[in-house]
């Protein structure tokens, strides 16, 4: 059973933040998964502590695997996956119950055992989204 854990990136800070850290919990927006920051706040003028939760980013799930190198998987990631006959890369996407790797306009085996490597995400690496449909995560025509 893998372990559930977001993590969210801040344009503000331009790093990423994890649900797994202390002081950072889930919350829901307009149907949207935020991490946000879980702050006790001293009102004076009502003379008592309060929650207060400072919005960092749009959740993005743990896959629950690790990559040939070691490091976690998340949705969004880019991903270079090998095959006998070559190699793809795509974006890491949640389709109803798996994780999938998609480029074009295929996925690439639903539920695959991921054996390549992340090789970048588009925050730290935009690059990676020239060419790209920023809502379908596909290569445009």
């Not at 695997?65 to 890369?89: A, M, P, R, T």
């Not at 639903?110 to 490597?117: A, L, P």
């Amino acid at each position: 059973m893998r372990g559930i854990k977001f993590r969210a990136w801040s344009r503000k800070h331009t790093q990423f933040y994890y649900s797994d850290d202390e002081g950072y919990v889930l919350k829901e927006y307009d149907g949207i998964l935020w991490l946000v920051e879980d702050t006790d706040y001293y009102s004076p003028s009502f003379q008592r502590e309060t929650k207060v939760y400072y919005k960092i980013g749009i959740a993005e799930e743990y896959v629950g695997q690790k990559d040939k190198n070691g490091k976690e998987i998340y949705e969004c990631d880019f991903y270079k996956q090998s095959f006998e006959d070559g190699h793809v890369v795509g974006k890491i996407v949640f389709e109803t119950h798996w994780f999938c790797l998609r480029e074009s306009y295929c996925m690439v085996h639903k539920g695959i055992k991921f054996t390549g490597e992340v090789i970048g995400n588009p925050y730290e690496n935009p690059e990676l989204m020239e060419g790209r449909d920023e809502k379908t995560n596909t290569k445009k025509a």
